[in-house]
């Protein structure tokens, strides 16, 4: 089992930054990627951002790109999410997970992430 419990949403204007943390625990070392997906009112759950294992490399969304940046510290086993520029369309609950399954590449799907954490909110305001 592994466990993640996300932190560092809030409430920003326009233009905005904030940077979540995922702290992860457990059978941490069965995990090949890591990821950050969000999810607004109505709308599916989409990847955001996913890193492989060691951090070698990193994936975006469209939308994100330029904007955000993920990282993870293996000394302390978090995943980051520095997000800059924030617009009012990324208002969503961010969630962090983390999936078994890598292979050179880190899915953005949602059914390929076995593990979740509870949700940090982010609200942007314009």
């Known amino acids: 089992q592994v466990q993640l419990v996300e932190s560092g949403g809030g409430s920003v204007q326009a233009g905005g930054s904030l940077r979540l943390s995922c702290a992860a625990s457990g059978y941490i070392h069965s995990v090949n990627c890591m990821g950050w997906f969000r999810q607004a009112p109505g709308k599916e759950r989409e990847g955001v951002a996913r890193?492989?294992?060691?951090?070698?490399?990193?994936y975006y969304v469209d939308s994100a790109k330029g904007r955000f940046t993920i990282s993870q510290d293996d000394a302390e086993n978090t995943l980051y999410l520095q997000m800059n520029s924030l617009k009012p369309e990324d208002t969503a609950m961010y969630y962090c997970?983390?999936?078994?399954?890598?292979?050179?590449?880190?899915?953005?799907?949602?059914?390929?992430?076995?593990?979740w954490g509870q949700g940090t909110q982010v609200t942007v305001s314009s």
């Open positions: 890193i492989s294992h060691r951090g070698t490399r990193a």
């Open positions: 997970a983390a999936a078994w399954a890598g292979g050179g590449y880190c899915s953005a799907s949602v059914a390929d992430y076995n593990y």
